[in-house]
């Protein structure tokens, strides 16, 4: 960090000299990191540009240049001192832009083309009380993706941000983009198909495996108890979770709050279920029009599976289960068993139950009966009154973009002696990603002993975080391992089996876990 004197006044402010990185944002995720109130920040109000419609980023084309003013309104009865409008980072690199003037457009005359000037920061401007300024951001996309970047305002002794995004299509992915508004409508006589007994429903044609692997330890069924299932349907809370979290109960709560929370996911599906709908026999499939689709709502990949029967059917009849092979915008390539092939004509109609894909539930009971085995006293640690003392090590950087602050906080962790977790806190754009990378190729050089697991809440935070680890060059592709669902695999890598039960990389490209072995 540097700092600088006001002249006017004795007071120091720090700065950050060096470029920022916003790294990747999860707007989906983390809704709140681009939901602003105007109102609420204060007397100086600055308005939002390229606002989210319907919860997703507006769409502009590859190569137009897309512009929008952001209004800074001084309400205070006293001048304001704008010190800076800063770019602080953007993604791709250098794709906006800032202006005191709307950026030309093709009837604009020469002379206005003449004194139009952008760049990635305004300094030093007054605002006198009521005074409203506009300034003008600009995207000019070069590829296709996703868009985003943070401006920084700089009012009086306050920094307010407003983060950015912007989905760049070209023709080609703009037609593919699904165009209908997703409506959600609830149904008066819904499917339900008893899923925890096979010969409830005729099952499909599941689609070929991805790999000739075999499954070393198969993951337990762990169906949902009735007895919990009717507690939960009659309003009741279960007893486990009245008697509150203790040691005896520890895993028995857990579970009862797992299983509630299933139940609760079977009852969001239910609201997606169709009725009256026909399918579109393409070659060996059947196809399904799926509303909300494109939006994951509901969200149905390879390898997943729905229920369907003819409407007219009575309720003894058995559904038929069929597996999605493939998937498109709005609409889902299934295979059931032969004879719903043969037997559908163009004109039929059926009532569809969707289904969720229950892997990572299971993966949840697991871990919590694992949690049985474990010492009372990691879960339930004693408390202690000691503070504790952190000697910072010393560090020599591998990233050259590192502030001071960044710095501390690697140092800090190499320092710590005893178990994680270190919290690494800050709001968006300050480099927590930067830090973390840091942190991590730290310890993979210092301490030989380390194992560690990169675990990220989607799929595309964990592919930036392998890309930053990957662009330092300080570890070998070899070392690093893919753990994550097939259908990443199938999308994204040439993978090679191992013996392990894990997949070694083969393309640096993306990933959901790591870990050093």
């Given at each position: ?43 100086i ?32 009865r ?11 980072d ?73 983060l ?56 337990p ?37 797992l ?10 599906m ?81 009532n ?46 591998l ?30 754009g ?5 830090t ?19 675990c990220?809440?989607?799929?595309s ?57």
């Amino acid at each position: 960090m540097a700092t600088m004197h006001r002249k006017w006044g004795d007071e120091e402010y720090s700065y950050i000299p060096e470029k920022g990185e916003i790294g990747f944002i999860d707007y989906e995720d983390d809704r709140s990191v681009c939901s602003y109130n105007p109102d609420e920040e204060g007397p100086i109000s600055i308005t939002v540009p390229f606002p989210l419609i319907d919860r997703k980023p507006r769409s502009i084309f590859i190569g137009e240049t897309s512009s929008e003013p952001i209004n800074i309104k001084n309400s205070t009865r006293e001048p304001v001192e704008l010190w800076k409008v800063d770019i602080y980072d953007s993604n791709p690199k250098d794709s906006f832009t800032v202006s005191l003037m709307e950026p030309p457009s093709a009837t604009s005359d020469v002379d206005y083309i003449r004194d139009f000037l952008e760049s990635f920061c305004l300094d030093d401007r007054v605002l006198q009380p009521g005074q409203t300024l506009t300034v003008w951001l600009s995207c000019k996309p070069k590829e296709i993706g996703l868009h985003t970047t943070a401006v920084h305002f700089d009012v009086g002794d306050n920094r307010i941000e407003r983060l950015v995004f912007l989905l760049v299509e070209d023709k080609i992915s703009k037609s593919l983009s699904s165009n209908k508004p997703y409506r959600r409508d609830r149904k008066k006589k819904p499917l339900v198909v008893d899923t925890s007994t096979v010969d409830a429903f005729v099952p499909g044609v599941r689609p070929p495996r991805v790999s000739n692997r075999g499954v070393r330890y198969k993951i337990p069924l762990y169906p949902i108890p009735k007895d919990i299932r009717e507690l939960v349907e009659n309003k009741e809370i279960p007893s486990v979770i009245g008697e509150g979290l203790t040691r005896e109960n520890y895993g028995a709560y857990f579970n009862t709050l797992l299983i509630m929370e299933e139940i609760k996911m079977e009852e969001v599906m239910r609201g997606y279920d169709m009725e009256c709908i026909s399918f579109c026999k393409k070659g060996q499939y059947l196809t399904l029009e799926v509303p909300g689709l494109a939006e994951r709502r509901p969200s149905l990949i390879h390898g997943d599976f729905i229920y369907a029967k003819l409407a007219a059917d009575d309720a003894t009849t058995r559904p038929h289960q069929g597996f999605i092979h493939h998937v498109e915008t709005e609409e889902v390539y299934l295979k059931f068993e032969k004879e719903f092939h043969f037997r559908h004509e163009p004109g039929n109609l059926y009532n569809v139950q969707f289904t969720y894909n229950r892997i990572n539930m299971r993966k949840l009971y697991q871990a919590v009966e694992a949690v049985e085995h474990l010492e009372s006293e990691l879960l339930f640690p004693s408390d202690s009154s000691r503070k504790r003392l952190i000697r910072p090590a010393r560090l020599s950087p591998l990233s050259a973009v590192l502030n001071e602050e960044q710095k501390r906080s690697v140092e800090m962790i190499l320092g710590c002696k005893g178990g994680p977790p270190y919290v690494i806190y800050g709001p968006p754009g300050t480099g927590k990603t930067l830090t973390l990378v840091e942190a991590i190729l730290q310890l993979y050089i210092k301490q030989n002993s380390a194992r560690i697991l990169v675990c990220a809440p989607s799929n595309s935070a964990a592919d930036h975080i392998l890309e930053k680890l990957l662009s330092e060059n300080a570890v070998k592709v070899k070392e690093m391992r893919y753990l994550g669902s097939m259908q990443l695999v199938v999308s994204l890598m040439i993978l090679r089996p191992i013996y392990t039960g894990f997949v070694t990389m083969k393309s640096q490209t993306s990933s959901v876990l790591h870990f050093k072995t």
